[in-house]
């Protein structure tokens, strides 16, 4: 199927933290891209919101990190967008990186496997769920697509690698 919007969660999917034993970047340089990220998408006809050809790109992503206060909202943001910018090889168009900073079990709407932050993904593109797929990592990457009426598939099948680095 062709989809006119791939999400990514960043975490486990398009890039890893190299400090043993934390789950996630705290801060520059603690991160790298999995080796098969950039060819991969390299592949695709990237468009921003509002194009009327090729495939929306979007992230959405749990950083409890933040919540936790391990680092700051900007932080994470800034962590995020450079992970796309090295990840796509362009700057994130405004409102295509969608981030959750509360810590797990918080209760807010927007955690995944919450559908919201994809649904404001779809909602910036203007598309169906029917043609949204979220690629991720996690059971709640997968719960989040399946709460959004979207198509899911693990890191496996799109990047065709195991899921650990």
């Given at each position: 199927?062709?989809?006119?919007?791939?999400?990514?969660?960043?975490?486990?999917?398009?890039?890893?933290?190299?400090?043993?034993?934390?789950?996630?970047p705290?801060?520059?340089?603690?991160?790298?891209?999995y080796p098969?990220?950039?060819?991969?998408l390299?592949?695709?006809?990237w468009?921003?919101?509002?194009?009327?050809?090729g495939?929306?790109?979007?992230?959405?992503s749990?950083?409890g990190?933040v919540?936790?206060?391990y680092?700051a909202?900007d932080?994470?943001?800034?962590?995020?967008?450079?992970?796309?910018?090295?990840?796509?090889?362009?700057?994130p168009?405004?409102?295509?990186?969608?981030?959750?900073?509360?810590?797990?079990?918080?209760?807010?709407?927007c955690?995944?496997?919450?559908?919201?932050?994809?649904?404001?993904?779809?909602?910036?593109?203007?598309?169906?769920?029917?043609?949204?797929?979220?690629?991720?990592?996690?059971?709640a990457?997968?719960?989040?697509?399946?709460?959004a009426?979207?198509?899911?598939?693990?890191?496996?099948e799109?990047?065709?690698?195991?899921?650990?680095?």
């Open positions: 199927m062709e989809y006119r919007l791939i999400i990514f969660d960043a975490d486990g999917t398009l890039r890893y933290c190299t400090v043993p034993g934390q789950p996630c705290n801060k520059p340089g603690e991160w790298n891209l098969d990220v950039i060819e991969k390299a592949s695709y006809n468009t921003h919101p509002g194009a009327e050809s495939t929306g790109y979007g992230i959405a749990n950083q990190g919540g936790s206060g680092f909202e932080t994470a943001m800034s962590l995020l967008e450079d992970t796309f910018r090295e990840a796509f090889g362009f700057s168009a405004e409102g295509t990186i969608e981030m959750c900073p509360h810590i797990p079990y918080s209760g807010c709407s955690r995944k496997p919450s559908p919201e932050m994809l649904n404001r993904l779809m909602k910036l593109y203007g598309v169906s769920p029917e043609s949204v797929l979220f690629v991720g990592d996690r059971d990457d997968k719960n989040a697509a399946f709460n009426g979207c198509d899911f598939q693990w890191i496996s799109f990047f065709n690698r195991n899921p650990e680095k």
